[in-house]
Structures are given as structure tokens and as C-alpha cells.
């Protein structure tokens, strides 16, 4: 573990503050498939992560192939959540593996073994399972409001999925109706049968196809729970390599479409977030690193351009031409006191084009002569990716200009991501 880490909480200063530059909301946790395992007796039990760490006993990660010491555990997820002022938002096992389940009728451990780990997080310094989060330095509970009931669970071969998922579902209510519970079913073609605050979505996609799925939540039903696209990225060789700039710009046209649709779209978050490149186990991800170093992959870079969107509010746009390679959104938001508006666009062409911008119901006085500051991401070929010896490769560059009356013309470069603060 490095000797200079962030409050002494096991984290490189520079891999957190990565994450901070991200302003995250929040933080899923412990993953994906390494919840699940390829085997039952391999998942992640929470209760194996707590306590002193040499007294951990670990396991085998067998979907992902390597062994833990399970030293980042669940304490050090909920305090990494508080640290960066994000919710956490925890992924447990709904009795599945990737080739093994449990029955409806026997899922009942597995239920308790959730609500004694949302007592940890939650309960009182005197509660069971509070007491041994109170021990290990932290005697205020953790802000836990979200839960996922499994990992991409909800599929034909899992035929215990739902039920399981109504029994964690009415026992997790029960004792904590405000917890906001997320389903592994996807509702964005069709309505949930079964209860749900939010429901998982997850897709990993060459970048054209990602691209295209801009306006996949157009036509969702606005009755209902939210999705939370909890995993995407745009993946596959060469197409996004290792992470390059035409993996990140099929990306940013796809985040453009959830932002406009962020009245049924409640949570996004890429994955993997890191990757340790002496076992590279998936790739592209949005921050590498080894021993010393570390660098933001395109995708990273992408996603700080939506830093400002949570909490903002979107202002209804349209699009006119016959452009399929341009996506655009506006926002309005503040920041030190003053109001801004926020352009985003996309060109995923090998064209400059102009973006010409009528705005209506803005009052002209307040837009007279203003400071724009512009934001691009682009690179020579859109084959470009960061590197060790070269980490910086890829990354936005920022410039201010002076916006005269009327003037709402745009220049997006060829396969380029910018944004516009007017």
C-alpha cells in the first residue's frame, strides 16, 4: 500500500483525485460480474471485507481470474462514497452466478446477508452490525439510499431471478422503505412486471452502434422507474482498442441522448473505471495506471464534460438537417453565483461543420457581448489513444472568446466533442 494516500483511507492521491476531477454522485460498488462469479461458492460475501484487514480471508475472483485479499472491502467503498461526497450505491448477490442459482424457496440467507450489510452501512453504533462499522473508525452511519439486487440477472437461463428479487425486494422495503431499490430487468422497451425505483441497463458496443443509440430512450414510456445505465462503453478491436478517440466520441453522443432524456435516464456510469495495466482483465476503461503513473483514456476525458449536468436543466433543443453524424444538447446551470448555458455537440465525421444556434425566450440585453468559453476533444486521427509516455495525447483543450450580438455560429472539427458556456 502506497505510504501518501488520501486521508490515510488506502487510496493514491493522484487515482483519487481522478475521481474527484469527475464530481461524481455517486458510486456502484463492488462491481459487476465480480459480484456474481462464475460459481456461487466464488461471489463476493460483504462480511468476508470487514474487520481488520490481515484477518480478511480473501478469495478467488473466478470470473475475472484472480485472487483478493478483499483489503478494499465494504467499509472502505462506503468511506471512498463519503470521501469524493458521492451516494454509494451497493450491488449484492441475488443468489445467481454465472452458472449456478438459488432457488426462491432457499434465498432467505441471502436476503439477511443484504439486510445485516445495509446495517452496517446504516445502523446505529449499538446494532449488531453497526457496531463492527463503529469499530473500524466510524460510529455515524453511511448514507446508504441505493441497492442493486444482483448483476445482469434478469436473463432466460436465470429462472429464479424475479422471484428472488420480490422477496429481497419486500424485505428490504420493510425495514428500510426510503432505500431506493434498483432491478437487473430492462423497462425501456416495455413496463416492468414486477416493482422497482430504478431498473439496470448495461451495453457494450462498437462506437458506431453506441452512436446510433442516441435516441434509444426517445420513445421509453415516461410512466414508471428510471433507468440507471450502471455499465456502458464503447468496446471491441479496432474500433475502441485499448481507448482511443473514436470509442470516446461514440460515447459522447450516446451520453448526449441520455442527457435529453434525463426525465426517464436517472443515473449513467462508464466502466470499468480502472484498469492496473500489469493484468489488464478488460479493456478500454477510463483511467490507467501501474505502480507510479496513470493516465485518462479518451472516454475519461468525456465524461468531464458532463460534469456540470447533474443538477442542471435542460432546455428543449432540435436538431434541423439531415446531419447523422452530429448530436447536440443544451443545458443552463450555475456556477459562482452566475447563470450560464451550456452547448454540447458532437461531430462523429470526418467534416468541419457549423453549428448554427437559434436560441428563443432568452432576453438579447444578457447576451450582447459575452465571454464563451470553448471546450474541444479531438486528435489528428481518431485512431489516437493516451499512453504512459504520452498521457496527455488526447485531452480537452480550453480557450475564451468574445461573442458578439447574435452570433450563435459554431465550428465543431472533424471527429471532435465540444462544448460551449455562453
Known sequence: MPVDTYKGHGFRND???????????????????????????????????????????????????????????????????????????????????????????????????????????????????????????????????YVAVGNEDCLPKYTYYKGNYLVFYNAIKKAYPDIKIISNCDGSSQPLDHPADYYDFHVYTPAKALFSMSHMFDNTSRDGPKAFVSEYAARGKPDANKGNLLAALGEAGFLLGLEKNSDVVGMVSYAPLFVNINDPMWLPDAIVFNSSHLYGTPSYWVQQFFTESSGATLLRSTMEGNSSYVEASAISFQSNGSDYIQIKAV??????VELKVKMTGLDSSNTKASAKKKKVLTSASVMDENSFSNPEMIKPQESIGVMSEGNFTFVLPPYSFSSFDI
Not at 37 to 64: I, Y
Open 15 to 145: 487515482l483519487f483525485q481522478m475521481m474527484v476531477d469527475l464530481k461524481p454522485r455517486f458510486i456502484r460498488f463492488p462491481g459487476g460480474c465480480y459480484v456474481e462469479g462464475a460459481w456461487l461458492s466464488n461471489a463476493f460475501h460483504w462480511k468476508e471485507t470487514v474487520g481488520a484487514w490481515e484477518e480478511r480471508p480473501g478469495h478467488f475472483g473466478d470470473v475475472w481470474k484472480y485472487w483478493t485479499d478483499n483489503g478494499l472491502g465494504h467499509f472502505e467503498f462506503f468511506q471512498l462514497a463519503e470521501d469524493l461526497g458521492a451516494a454509494p450505491i451497493w450491488v449484492f448477490n441475488s443468489g445467481m452466478s454465472h452458472n449456478d442459482q438459488v432457488e426462491t424457496a432457499s434465498i432467505m440467507p441471502f436476503v439477511q446477508e443484504a439486510l445485516d450489510g445495509i446495517e452496517f452501512a446504516r445502523g446505529d453504533a449499538n446494532s449488531t452490525w453497526g457496531s463492527v462499522r463503529a469499530a473500524m473508525g466510524h460510529p455515524k452511519p453511511f448514507d446508504l439510499k
Open 347 to 352: 461531430n462523429f465525421a470526418n467534416v468541419t
